[in-house]
């Protein structure tokens, strides 16, 4: 029986997924500790999304070396949202937990996520990560005090003034039970080819039972990669509005809108913020994102806006009222989508 499924999507990671496919090597044993040798308790889903750089060939030495690895391959590039969701339809796991393919885990990292995972019982579990720079090593903590403790995930998205476990979006920071994923939850959206986790973590958060934090820091999170969509300036980028745009119209329509919608926006804003100061932007990009990100703030509940850029510090309130000030047109506004979510927004509140 596989107790645990990791799914780690590959495309063009050629120099770091060496680095990876070893760290999954020494992860191969039985992580349950299964008596019959002939049983595997954990599986590997390969999933290469159409690499052209001679990462398809590393997969397929692993697939004969590492115990457990099984390639699945994409005839065309579908993105990471795919590659993720392709893992998960092939998966067989009571457990599912990601990677990166160019990130990589400690030895014993899945064993001891898995013994902590049948340990709480609880739907899904968030850890620790270590961020890598180069030769820099920094423990990054998931957002929540309380350890080893099985509880509400709704309880966990408030403040909307803090930072809590909805802004720790990093799908490979856990893992998840298999109900999840046959309740649909655990599914990405594929139109998103970035800041697909987004609305993926306030829909786990809303929708499943149970969770729990623990302490482990096994999985390393590489972040100088300049492949990386996170550093790439170019207009898939720009998939955070309309993932934002699904977060707020999902929470919109939750039984606790009129309690979770004010995160929600005050997040929405915060993320436009940091996009407006960011230089990785090609420069016509730059343009765009400016036009959308003025329409994007058009669309939200005006008075949550207010509320949200009212509660910034001074340098990020001042940014997003000029930008509120910039005109935009009709067509980039999109006004039905600006109803919808309002409405929304208003019914909930009565």
């Given at each position: 029986m596989v107790k645990l499924s990791v799914i780690v999507p590959f495309h063009n990671v050629r120099p770091y997924a060496p680095d990876t496919l070893r760290s999954l090597l020494l992860n191969a044993e039985n992580p349950g500790n299964s008596p019959n040798p002939g049983e595997r308790d954990v599986e590997f889903l390969l999933v290469d999304d159409c690499s052209t750089d001679g990462t398809s060939d590393l997969l397929d030495r692993a697939e004969k070396e590492i115990p457990g690895a099984v390639v699945l391959r994409h005839k065309r590039r579908r993105g990471v949202s795919a590659a993720r969701n392709t893992g998960l339809d092939a998966a067989r796991g009571t457990y599912l937990a990601f990677l990166d393919g160019d990130d990589w885990v400690a030895p014993g990292h899945f064993r001891e996520l898995l013994a902590a995972a049948e340990a709480l019982g609880c739907d899904f579990l968030r850890t620790d990560h270590v961020r890598c720079a180069g030769r820099r090593r920094t423990v990054v903590r998931a957002p929540h005090g309380r350890r080893g403790t099985v509880l509400d995930p709704r309880g966990a998205i408030l403040p909307a003034h803090r930072t809590?476990?909805?802004?720790?979006?990093?799908?490979?920071?856990?893992?998840?039970?298999?109900?999840?994923?046959?309740?649909?939850?655990?599914?990405?959206?594929?139109?998103?080819?970035?800041?697909?986790?987004?609305?993926?973590?306030?829909?786990?958060?809303?929708?499943?039972?149970?969770?729990?934090?623990?302490?482990?820091?096994?999985?390393?999170?590489?972040?100088?990669?300049?492949?990386?969509?996170?550093?790439?300036?170019?207009?898939?980028?720009?998939?955070?509005?309309?993932?934002?745009?699904?977060?707020?119209?999902?929470?919109?329509?939750?039984?606790?809108?009129?309690?979770?919608?004010?995160?929600?926006?005050?997040?929405?804003?915060?993320?436009?913020?940091?996009?407006?100061?960011?230089?990785?932007?090609?420069?016509?990009?730059?343009?765009?994102?400016?036009?959308?990100?003025?329409?994007?703030?058009?669309?939200?509940?005006?008075?949550?806006?207010?509320?949200?850029?009212?509660?910034?510090?001074?340098?990020?309130?001042?940014?997003?009222?000029?930008?509120?000030?910039r005109p935009v047109l009709s067509s980039v506004l999109r006004p039905d989508h600006r109803a919808r979510t309002a409405g929304a927004a208003a019914g909930a509140g009565r």
């Open positions: 809590t476990s909805v802004d720790y979006a990093y799908a490979w920071a856990g893992v998840y039970h298999r109900r999840l994923l046959e309740s649909g939850v655990l599914r990405f959206d594929e139109e998103l080819r970035t800041a697909e986790d987004r609305p993926w973590i306030w829909r786990l958060h809303r929708e499943a039972a149970s969770f729990a934090v623990v302490g482990l820091t096994g999985v390393f999170y590489r972040r100088d990669v300049p492949t990386s969509l996170t550093r790439i300036g170019d207009e898939r980028q720009l998939d955070f509005i309309p993932a934002y745009d699904r977060l707020v119209e999902e929470t919109s329509r939750d039984r606790d809108a009129a309690e979770l919608l004010p995160k929600a926006v005050r997040t929405y804003c915060a993320v436009v913020h940091h996009h407006l100061t960011s230089d990785r932007f090609e420069p016509h990009v730059a343009r765009t994102v400016r036009a959308r990100c003025a329409a994007a703030l058009r669309r939200l509940p005006e008075d949550l806006v207010r509320r949200a850029v009212d509660s910034m510090d001074a340098e990020r309130a001042v940014r997003l009222r000029r930008l509120l000030r």
